[in-house]
Each structure stands twice: as C-alpha cells, then as structure tokens.
C-alpha cells in the first residue's frame, strides 16, 4: 500500500469523531427542546449548561479535524 493511500485513509477514520459530536449535539439540543417545553420557567436557567454541553462537544470535532488536518498535511 502506497504511503499517500495510508494517509488518506487515517485521515478518513480519524473523521469518526465527528458523527459523535454531531450526534451529542443533536441529543443535547433535543432533551433541552424537551425540557424547555414541559416547563418554560426553567428553560433560560438550563440555556448556559447547555452552552457548556455544546462547547465541549463541538470540541470533540475540532480535535478530530486537527487530527485529520495533521495527517493529511504535516506526515
């Protein structure tokens, strides 16, 4: 195997993080809607926690961009 095919295929797995990301970001947003709805009182106390929730998910894919990113440029 070519050493640029080995590359382009772990940079390509190394993407998988970004469905996990994409995925608890969906479930966060969703279980918030849902929160939010059944009592509206509570919903501007829970929109920082969940800000957190989705900064620290969304990192999770910017790691693995850089990750990609790295491999595909800098070995």
Known sequence: MDASVAKLIA????????????????????NYVSAGIRNPAAAPKMLPTVMLGMALSEA???FA????LMLLFVF
Request: aromatic letters at 4%; proline letters at 0%; hydrophobic letters at 65%.
């Open 11 to 30: 940079a390509g797995i190394s993407m998988i993080g970004v469905i996990g990301a994409g995925v608890g970001i969906g479930v966060l947003f969703g």
């Open 60 to 62: 999770t894919a910017i």
């Open 65 to 68: 961009l850089v990750v990609a």
